[in-house]
């Protein structure tokens, strides 16, 4: 069975401060999406990254997934308050299941 | 346009008692998902329809869940009987695609459970 491992599981930090979180899998998969879930609401999602070595930014977010098509990251530059949530990686394997990591929570403290 | 809509948002009961979860998608969607979150397993997909078909159930925990999606616009998740360790927050989403590369899938705000 594929598996997602999410680092850290837990960060704080201060505004203004950058930030990298990450998405493992034990196996190549085809494309990998990223979602942000903000308290007492259902996940959003902010991108899907399908090419080996892809870059995609949003706004102040860069993703990256790895030239193996393994892993991907989320980098934030100069953090905000409003990025504050529970960010959330999902693939879909070989079988088409679709799989979720555990998520990174996220605080920015103003 | 309306998003994907669930009711209750809140839902009290005490164990033994029947849970029904409504779910409306997204006008045009044609595959609709049920989720589970808690603290300690994270976000679970319990089940998934497309074109109102269930694909895939082997996320449904017990005999206790049941899952139908009678039209297009429409979906129930049951549970009977209800157990403590059933409270979560539920999640319903949906998605206007089912390719087997990637579907981006939209959320509704979710119910949340308590059994008492």
């Known amino acids: 069975t594929q598996l997602l491992e999410q680092s850290p599981q837990f960060l704080s930090i201060q505004e203004g401060e950058n930030l990298t979180v990450y998405c493992n899998s034990s196996s190549v998969f085809s494309s990998l999406q990223w979602y942000r879930q903000e308290p007492g609401e259902g996940p959003v999602l902010l991108v899907t990254v399908v090419t080996g070595g892809e870059v995609k930014k949003l706004k102040r977010l860069t993703f990256q997934f790895g030239d193996a098509r393994k892993d991907s990251s989320l980098h934030i530059t100069a953090a905000q308050p409003g990025d504050t949530g529970l960010y959330l990686c999902k693939i879909q394997d070989s079988n088409y299941q679709l799989i979720w990591g555990a998520g990174t929570k996220l605080i920015i403290k103003p | 346009d309306a998003g994907v809509i669930q009711s209750p948002r809140h839902e009290v009961t005490e164990m033994g008692q029947e849970v029904t979860l409504r779910c409306k998608p997204i006008s045009g969607h044609n595959s609709l998902f049920w989720y589970r979150q808690t603290m300690m397993r994270g976000l679970e997909l319990l089940i998934y329809?497309?074109?109102?078909?269930?694909?895939?159930d082997s996320g449904m925990p017990e005999d206790r869940f049941s899952a139908k999606m009678p039209n297009a616009s429409f979906s129930t998740l049951k549970i009977q009987p209800s157990e403590p360790r059933d409270s979560a927050v539920y999640f319903c989403a949906s998605s206007s695609t089912w390719t087997r590369t990637y579907n981006e899938q939209f959320f509704g705000p979710g119910t949340r459970l308590t059994v008492l």
């Open positions: 329809f497309n074109n109102n078909v269930p694909i895939d």
